[in-house]
């Protein structure tokens, strides 16, 4: 999987340039536009405040984050360092069968038969190999994390906004200043809504790949740590080990399905929220017809896919390990 999240990021930078820009673009055109001479409050109505909304997201971006990366660097700590543990558990119990060098990764080690200095730079590159993957996975994740934590945060913020298209609607007389100013947030709405469903086109062709794979490594590796838990024999660090591989893959599948469901649900739109909710009664006919336009190209919910036959979202979750679970079953029995 690091190597696909690696080929992305190579491959496809000017894409992930292009998403990074483009979400930095509409959010530094929210914070620093100047108030429009169309904005106008009345009747007590309240213009909203995009900041605290963009404070709202990138706190719980920052925290999400922080999390991960303890994760991800406890992980690699303990993947380093479990061959070592394991030899001086080795070393300290005598039914246990030691090995000559222990090592990081599981390849091919010629300079072991030359020399101990030779295992030292075989040890340090297996050890920044191993860093170097870790690296990749919490860049590639991160950014991912961060666009649909991005977009969940936007849409929060156009529901809200565009419920406010018509004011609070306590006068009912048609009035042209009330026209132009929700004639404007309109306009506003759709650029809005235009940029996040684009976001959300471009961030679909960078996963959709790796997802699905993600999601059939996934259930194969549940299944295959089933069986080597039933059917081998392991050592305490070998246990560990296949807990803490099986643990990192099912987690970060999750947070994957987690955030791609949110997406989702911030996206659709019932009845009563956002365009549904402005106070269409004291506006003009053309401007009902606008308001219509932009409830039609808001409903629809966004969708990120794993692969051609899956959605991101915690059904598929829920899926991958039912199906690790049918597989575990069917080898149990022919296996007996």
């Not at 959010?27 to 106008?40: D, G, H, I, R, V």
Request: net charge positive; charged share 15%; hydrophobic share 45%.
């Amino acid at each position: 999987m690091g190597l696909l999240k690696l080929h992305s990021l190579c491959k496809y930078h000017k894409g992930w340039h292009f998403l990074l820009n483009q979400i930095s673009s509409l959010e530094n055109q929210q914070l620093q536009a100047k108030p429009s001479p169309l904005e106008y409050q009345s009747n007590n109505d309240e213009n909203i405040n995009f900041s605290d909304y963009i404070n709202v997201y990138t706190n719980k971006f920052k925290t999400a984050s922080t999390i991960l990366i303890k994760i991800y660097f406890f992980t690699a700590t303990l993947f380093i360092l479990s061959p070592f543990i394991e030899q001086i558990l080795c070393k300290l119990i005598e039914s246990m069968e030691c090995v000559t060098y222990p090592h990081i990764l599981p390849c091919w080690s010629p300079l072991d038969d030359i020399t101990f200095i030779g295992y030292l730079i075989t040890v340090v590159s297996e050890c920044l190999a191993a860093a170097y993957c870790v690296s990749v996975h919490l860049a590639f994740d991160l950014m991912s994390f961060g666009v649909m934590i991005f977009v969940c945060g936007q849409f929060s913020l156009l529901r809200e906004y565009s419920s406010l298209i018509g004011g609070k609607g306590k006068k009912c007389n048609l009035s042209k200043k009330r026209d132009d100013r929700a004639h404007f947030r309109i306009k506003q709405c759709h650029h809005t809504n235009f940029i996040l469903v684009k976001s959300i086109t471009e961030l679909d062709k960078l996963l959709v790949n790796i997802i699905g794979v993600y999601f059939f490594v996934a259930t194969l590796t549940l299944c295959s740590v089933a069986v080597r838990l039933q059917t081998e024999v392991m050592g305490p660090m070998q246990l560990v080990s296949l807990i803490q591989y099986m643990c990192a893959t099912l987690t970060q599948l999750f947070v994957f399905c987690r955030f791609g469901d949110a997406v989702m649900n911030e996206s659709s739109l019932s009845m009563g929220q956002g365009p549904y909710a402005a106070a269409t009664w004291c506006l003009s006919p053309r401007i009902r017809r606008d308001l219509a336009i932009l409830s039609a190209s808001m409903m629809r919910p966004r969708r990120l896919r794993a692969g051609p036959f899956s959605y991101l979202d915690l059904p598929s979750f829920i899926q991958v390990i039912r199906t690790a679970y049918s597989y575990y079953a069917v080898l149990g029995k022919r296996g007996q």
